[in-house]
């Protein structure tokens, strides 16, 4: 499997092009007291997605179209989008019936900006790529016997910057060498940028067991939540989390750790897309090896350099525009709903003019923010 052509797939090329913004007008709630959740069969209807049956020995549902699959569980807050783990902001629900439930947060801020990124509405040419490798000087971040995670990722980050610039993109590294930086400088820095995608390489720590790579954006703005800077860019978040992990796991074959909600404060900061890449696990001894040779490090480079490429193909509003073939016209009668369906709040602030019933203000009771 490719991951260019996963995700260049995943740009609405091949999916329903309605005319509809990303702000769950059109989506109904399950009911009352699951509000805030959509059923995964108005899910699959609208992506016109079939079911797949999953096998015996695997938990989850699943639905697809055959160049897309999306599988929910095992575990209650786990996705899988065709093969590339995703940490949902909130666990899965079934109804009475035992129909599955995925919440609105999960359906808004990272199903719908993966399979559809040329529907993110406030998407815009990114003009700057910021590469920030993290730690430096009195802060070297994880040390081990073999590795030291502030070398190994200014390493990186210079490929990744030759790279990009080879593709004639504009680039500016936080450092250059061994020296350390404050939180606010890298901020600011990103602020200074016009348009720019800020990407911040770090290597992981954990269990000697614990292998791969990782890419974290920062927690969504949930309805009715304050939006901080950072979350106006939540669904560009979601599809630059999935090119960068899709293009890491394919390309540079690394270990899918999965894209995952932040856990850092200088994500929550940004007010440009962002994302934190774990490239692996200093603290596994077979994967330090690989993360300090030279030939890895070009490959996880060219990687990344593959996921930035592909993320600011798909903001460009301009050439994906054209790609894309005109929407249907709007059908001649309303969808029936056999029962009262109220729909949750979204916490967008535009009205909607395909609006179907009144939004009834209820707040999810299950956020989970690291
Ligand atoms: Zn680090």
Request: charged content about 30%; glycine content about 4%.
């Given at each position: 499997m490719k991951c260019f052509a996963l995700f260049l797939a995943l740009a609405g090329l091949s999916l329903p092009c309605f005319a509809v913004t990303a702000d769950g007008a059109m989506w109904n709630s399950a009911d009352n007291e699951n509000s805030g959740y959509i059923a995964l069969e108005e899910i699959r209807s609208f992506y016109k997605f079939m079911p797949i049956a999953q096998p015996r020995d695997r938990a989850g549902r699943a639905v697809g179209n055959g160049t897309v699959t999306l599988i929910f569980g095992p575990a209650p807050a786990e996705l899988s989008i065709h093969g590339l783990r995703c940490e949902l902001s909130h666990p899965t629900r079934s109804d009475d019936k035992g129909d599955l439930l995925v919440s609105r947060t999960d359906l808004l801020k990272l199903i719908d900006p993966v399979l559809r990124p040329t529907y993110i509405t406030n998407r815009r040419p990114v003009r700057t790529v910021i590469i920030d490798p993290g730690h430096g000087g009195h802060d070297p971040g994880t040390v081990t016997d073999s590795i030291r995670e502030s070398n190994v990722v200014l390493m990186v980050a210079g490929k990744l910057a030759a790279e990009l610039k080879k593709r004639g993109m504009e680039v500016q590294l936080t450092r250059e060498d061994n020296r350390h930086l404050s939180d606010q400088f890298r901020v600011d820095m990103a602020a200074r940028a016009e348009n720019a995608v800020f990407i911040s390489l770090h290597l992981n720590k954990g269990r000697s067991d614990m292998r791969g790579a990782e890419t974290y954006t920062a927690a969504p703005a949930e309805p009715g939540e304050e939006v901080r800077p950072v979350n106006e860019h939540d669904a560009a978040n979601a599809a630059l989390a999935v090119a960068l992990q899709a293009a890491m796991v394919h390309r540079a074959e690394a270990k899918d750790g999965g894209c995952r909600r932040s856990r850092y404060s200088l994500l929550n900061s940004l007010s440009c897309p962002a994302a934190l890449v774990e490239l692996g696990y200093a603290t596994h001894p077979e994967e330090a090896e690989l993360l300090s040779s030279d030939e890895y490090q070009n490959r996880l480079a060219l990687a990344l350099a593959d996921g930035i490429s592909?993320?600011?193909?798909?903001?460009?509003?301009?050439?994906?525009?054209?790609?894309?073939?005109?929407?249907?016209?709007?059908?001649?009668?309303?969808?029936?709903?056999?029962?009262?369906?109220?729909?949750?709040?979204?916490?967008?602030?535009?009205?909607?003019?395909?609006?179907?019933?009144?939004a009834a203000r209820k707040k999810s009771d299950s956020r989970r923010r690291k």
């Open positions: 592909t993320f600011a193909g798909v903001m460009n509003p301009e050439t994906q525009l054209k790609a894309l073939p005109p929407p249907p016209p709007p059908p001649a009668e309303p969808a029936k709903v056999d029962a009262p369906v109220k729909k949750a709040d979204t916490g967008n602030k535009k009205a909607s003019p395909r609006k179907r019933r009144p």
